[in-house]
């Protein structure tokens, strides 16, 4: 999928958001846009406590890296505080959520008009509009 975003689920059945970011044994990351959503990467980690052991967190946000946010049913402010200074959006789900649904309420999101965060996503992975100069010059700006 050449445009969307990346995104995380801490998921260990591959269908609902049911772990805690800290101690998430899995997590399936997709790219998602308006249309359509596809499964990158379905990572595993081994029996993790929710223990406040920080390590354990630093191979989590590696895998993360390129995401835009990552969906779990509890995070711990230390997590928070890592991942967001990352440029990664967490996202806290009721229990019983499931991805597909999740997905489907994100790309409704795309479609109406993004939140701040996923505004954010978007105009990260576009890069910088070619016409700004021109907008610029007509402001009145010179070189």
Excluded at 80 to 94: E, W
Aim: proline letters at 3%.
């Amino acid at each position: 999928m050449a445009t969307g975003i990346k995104v995380a689920f801490a998921t260990t059945d591959m269908v609902h958001v049911n772990q805690h970011f800290g101690s998430a044994k899995s997590f399936a990351v997709y790219t998602v846009n308006p249309e359509q959503a596809e499964l990158l990467e379905a990572a595993q980690f081994g029996e993790l406590a929710q223990d406040g052991n920080e390590d354990k967190l630093s191979v989590k946000i590696q895998l993360l890296d390129g995401c835009a946010a990552v969906y779990c049913q509890a995070i711990g402010a230390s997590a928070i505080k890592q991942i967001v200074a990352q440029g990664i959006q967490p996202i806290k789900v009721h229990e019983g959520s499931t991805i597909k649904n999740l997905i489907s309420d994100l790309q409704g999101e795309m479609k109406a008009g993004p939140s701040s965060w996923l505004a954010k996503a978007i105009n990260q992975h576009k890069g910088p509009d070619p016409q700004r100069f021109d907008a610029m010059e007509n402001e009145g700006w010179e070189e």
